[in-house]
C-alpha cells in the first residue's frame, strides 16, 4: 500500500491533485495545478512515451487553435507548441479530376512538450506505467495497476479524470443516480497514411488542410514539421472490409483519389493501409462533470467528439482554463469550483459535440456542393460588410473564444438573417419582374415607333 499524500517528493502545503491520465489535456492539467501550486501525482497507464521506441495507437494530427492556443499561453507553452506546428490558413479541395481549390478560411508530440514542462514544477511526479482500476467515491482511493501487476492504493484530494473517451474514471459517475450519459459510434472509421516529402519537399502546399470530399466518405492530409503531410482516411467500416488486397487498394485509389498515388507512392500505399486497422470514432456526452468536491472529468473524458470540427483537444485545453478561470473566482474551494465548472462547461462541450458531427455531413456531402459554396461566399460577404453583426460559425468557433453554446445560438440567428436578407431581395426581384410585366402589358411599346425614332 501506498499513499502519495505522505510520500511525495515536494514540501508543499497545499492539497495533493491526482492527474489521471497523461495525454494532452492530463499533461496541460498538470502544468496548471502544479503553477497554482498544489502537490500534483499524474498517473498514465503507459511506459514514459518519451523514452518509448515505440509508440503503440495512433499518432493523429492535431489542428490547434486560438482556444488551445489561449489554453496554453496561460502556463507559457504557447510559443512552444506553435514552434513545433505548421501554420494551416485555408482548406484546399481536391476534385476527382484532380484540381485543387482553396477555401479561405500539431502533433503528439504536444504531449511531450507538455509533460516536459509539467516535469519542471517541482511538485510534480509524473508517475507511468499506472493504470487506474478503479476509485472509491467514498473514501477517493484509487487503485492502480503496474506493469508487473501489482497493485497500488493511492489518496489523493481532488481527482481529476482526463483519461480520454473510455475514462476508467468516468465509471463511477455511471453507478451515480441523475448521471446522464450517452455515446455514439460514428459508422465511419479512419486510418492513417504518409505522405513523404518529394525532392527534400513538401510534395502539397504545405499551409492548407488538404481535402479530398467524396461524399459517403473522404481524405483530408494535414502537413509536418519533416515535410510529410499525414493523409486520414474516413470511411464507412463496410468499405473498408471490402478493400482486403494491395491491388484493391489501388483500384480504390484510382477510382476516388487518383492524383494521391503518386504523391504517397504505390508500394506504400499497399503496405501502409494494412498496417493498422481503421479505428472506431465515438462521440460521448455526459454530465454533470463533478463528483462532489473529489473529482471532476475534463477533456475526452467528459466529452469526446468526433473529429470534424478539430476542435476534441481544443475544447479540453479550454477546459483548463475555464477551470483555472473559475479557481481563481472561487478561491479554490473545491467545493464551490466543481459544480461551477459543471455549470459553466456542459453547455459548451455539448453544444461542440453537436456542432462536430453537423460538419461530419457537412465536410463529406456539402464542400463540394454550389449551395455550400454560395452560402460560404454570402456568409463571407455579409461579414466584409457587417463585420460585427455577421461573424461566420467556423470563425466564431476556431479563432475566437466566444462560448459554444453562445456561437450556436448565434448562428441560429444569423442564419435566419441571411434567409431573410435572401428572401427579401427575391421578394424585391419577383416584385420589380411582375412591375415591368404588368407595365408592358397595360402599355405596350409602339415597337415600330421605338425603332424609327432614335429618341
Ligand atoms: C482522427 C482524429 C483527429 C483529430 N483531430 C483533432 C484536431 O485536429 N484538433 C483537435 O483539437 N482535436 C482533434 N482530435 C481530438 C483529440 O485527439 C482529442 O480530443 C485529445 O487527444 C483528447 O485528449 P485527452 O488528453 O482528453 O485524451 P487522450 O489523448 O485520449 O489521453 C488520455 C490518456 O489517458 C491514459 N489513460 C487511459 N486510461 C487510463 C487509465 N485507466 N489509467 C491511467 N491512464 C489512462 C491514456 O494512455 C492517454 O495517455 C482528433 C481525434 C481523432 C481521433
Request: charged share 20%; glycine share 6%; aromatic share 12%.
Amino acid at each position: 500500500m501506498h499513499n502519495s499524500t505522505n510520500d511525495n517528493k515536494s514540501t508543499s502545503k497545499k492539497k495533493v491533485v491526482a492527474v489521471v491520465g497523461g495525454g494532452l489535456v492530463g499533461a496541460l492539467n498538470a502544468c496548471y495545478f502544479a503553477k497554482r501550486g498544489f502537490q500534483v501525482e499524474v498517473f498514465e497507464s503507459r511506459e514514459d512515451i518519451r523514452q518509448a521506441k515505440i509508440v503503440k495507437g495512433r499518432s493523429i494530427n492535431l489542428a490547434l487553435s486560438h482556444r488551445g492556443r489561449q489554453a496554453l499561453k496561460q502556463v507559457g507553452m504557447e510559443d512552444t507548441i506553435v514552434s513545433k506546428g505548421i501554420p494551416m490558413h485555408s482548406r484546399m479541395i481536391h476534385s476527382l479530376n484532380g484540381t485543387q481549390s482553396p477555401i479561405p478560411y500539431g502533433k503528439k508530440g504536444q504531449v511531450i512538450l507538455l509533460l516536459q514542462s509539467a516535469e519542471t514544477y517541482p511538485n510534480t511526479n509524473l508517475n507511468f506505467a499506472h493504470k487506474l482500476l478503479d476509485w472509491s467515491t467514498e473514501t477517493g482511493a484509487m487503485t492502480f495497476v503496474r506493469a508487473e501487476g501489482a497493485k497500488e492504493e493511492i489518496q489523493a484530494d481532488l481527482i481529476v479524470g482526463c483519461d480520454g473517451a473510455f475514462s476508467a474514471i468516468r465509471k463511477q459517475f455511471l453507478r451515480q443516480s441523475r448521471f446522464n450519459y450517452s455515446q455514439t459510434y460514428i459508422p465511419h472509421g479512419y486510418l492513417e497514411l504518409t505522405m513523404p516529402p518529394i525532392n527534400g519537399e513538401f510534395a502539397m502546399k504545405p499551409n492548407y488542410l488538404h481535402i479530398w470530399p467524396r461524399n459517403t466518405f473522404m481524405m483530408i492530409a494535414l502537413p509536418n514539421l519533416d515535410k510529410t503531410f499525414t493523409c486520414t482516411l474516413f470511411m464507412p467500416f463496410e468499405e473498408f472490409e471490402k478493400v482486403t488486397t494491395g491491388d484493391q487498394v489501388i483500384t480504390f485509389f484510382q477510382k476516388y483519389f487518383p492524383d494521391a498515388i503518386p504523391l504517397i507512392g504505390a508500394e506504400a500505399l499497399k503496405r501502409d493501409y494494412f498496417r493498422l486497422p481503421a479505428q472506431a470514432m465515438v462521440s460521448v456526452k455526459c454530465s454533470p462533470y463533478h463528483l462532489g468536491d473529489k473529482c471532476v472529468l475534463m477533456g475526452d473524458a467528459a466529452h469526446a467528439v468526433v473529429p470534424f470540427y478539430g476542435q476534441g483537444m481544443n475544447a479540453g485545453f479550454e477546459d483548463c482554463l475555464v477551470f483555472n478561470e473559475i479557481m481563481d473566482q472561487l478561491n479554490e474551494d473545491f467545493s464551490a469550483v466543481l459544480p461551477e465548472y459543471t455549470r459553466v462547461r456542459v453547455p459548451d462541450d455539448h453544444a461542440i459535440a453537436d456542432l462536430a458531427m453537423y460538419n461530419y455531413v457537412e465536410m463529406r456531402a456539402h464542400v463540394n456542393s454550389k449551395l455550400f459554396l454560395f452560402r460560404k461566399y454570402v456568409d463571407n460577404f455579409l461579414h466584409i460588410i457587417m463585420p460585427r453583426t455577421i461573424i461566420p460559425l467556423y470563425t466564431m468557433v476556431t479563432f475566437t473564444r466566444t462560448r459554444y453554446h453562445k456561437a450556436v445560438k448565434r448562428w441560429h440567428w444569423q442564419e435566419k438573417v441571411r434567409k431573410d436578407i435572401v428572401h427579401v431581395h427575391f421578394t424585391l426581384f419577383k416584385v420589380s419582374v411582375a412591375g415591368c410585366s404588368y407595365l408592358l402589358v397595360r402599355y405596350p411599346p409602339n415597337m415600330l415607333q421605338a425603332l424609327k425614332s432614335p429618341f
